[in-house]
């Protein structure tokens, strides 16, 4: 396949485009661009080299000389949205800038659904995930700890987010798939859930919702959620 490398390659070290001849006609923002609007329209499964190259009027074929696999298209989408954080100059207070930060990150994540799917440490060394992990790091410029500490709580926190904020934009679709209303299916399995629970059979459960019987704020416990791994770190 044209452009495609016979050994491993980092996209970031490769060059805009490979090969001889005239001025490129697309900048990797171009392709980066026009794979995250499909992405966010149609999902992550409808990007490919065909649909991106008829989004940009060119060729698939052709695509291959500025992106060789199909990975590496992935990393410029990445890294395109992840331009989008705002990274104002650390607060003093580590612990508010990092949940300020993960709040970014959760909204990201719902307004390009797909995002989740892809986070990897594969995909850690794009310019801006460069640019967000030293953001990161120099909020805790203050804190007692050695690198390697930094960068589990940086890890760990980011593991939250996302698999917090998947969680929900799986519920939210599965939610938008079925013949009924959201408020139709909760309160469905909330009254098998109570039926359950009157047999006797789970008094735990009985006496857990009869002292907090909903329902649930999402947003407080996402935040609760951070605060704890914040909590495990409690070096300040």
């Known amino acids: 396949m044209v452009g495609?490398?016979?050994?491993?390659?980092?996209?970031?070290a490769r060059p805009e485009r490979a090969?001889?001849?005239p001025k490129p006609a697309f900048s990797r923002a171009d392709i980066a661009a026009a794979a995250v609007r499909i992405a966010d329209v149609e999902g992550l499964d409808a990007v490919s080299m065909r649909k991106v190259a008829a989004e940009l009027g060119c060729g698939t074929m052709s695509l291959y000389n500025y992106v060789p696999r199909k990975e590496d298209l992935y990393?410029?989408?990445?890294?395109?949205?992840?331009a989008?954080?705002?990274?104002?100059?650390?607060?003093?207070?580590?612990?508010?800038?990092?949940?300020?930060?993960?709040?970014?990150?959760?909204?990201?994540m719902h307004r390009h659904t797909w995002v989740p799917r892809l986070m990897s440490p594969v995909y850690g060394f794009s310019p801006n995930a460069l640019?967000?992990?030293?953001?990161?790091?120099?909020?805790?410029?203050?804190?007692?700890?050695?690198?390697?500490?930094?960068m589990e709580?940086?890890?760990?926190?980011?593991?939250?987010?996302?698999?917090?904020?998947?969680?929900?934009?799986?519920?939210?679709?599965?939610s938008?798939?079925?013949?009924?209303?959201?408020?139709?299916e909760q309160a469905a399995r909330t009254g098998y859930?109570?039926?359950?629970?009157m047999t006797g059979k789970y008094p735990r459960m009985a006496a857990g919702f009869a002292e907090d019987p909903g329902p649930i704020d999402l947003d407080a416990v996402f935040d609760r959620a951070l605060a704890r791994v914040l909590d495990s770190f409690g070096r300040a």
Request: with cysteine.
């Open 4 to 12: 495609r490398p016979a050994v491993p390659e980092v996209i970031w």
């Open 19 to 21: 090969g001889r001849g």
């Open 75 to 82: 990393e410029l989408m990445l890294d395109a949205v992840s």
């Open 84 to 108: 989008g954080y705002d990274l104002p100059d650390p607060s003093g207070d580590w612990r508010a800038d990092l949940l300020a930060l993960a709040h970014q990150a959760r909204g990201m």
């Open 131 to 150: 640019r967000y992990l030293e953001y990161a790091l120099s909020c805790l410029d203050g804190v007692d700890a050695r690198f390697g500490e930094k």
């Open 153 to 174: 709580l940086i890890a760990m926190l980011n593991g939250v987010v996302t698999t917090y904020t998947a969680n929900e934009i799986a519920t939210a679709e599965r």
């Open 176 to 184: 938008r798939s079925l013949p009924w209303s959201e408020e139709q």
């Open 193 to 197: 859930l109570i039926s359950q629970i």
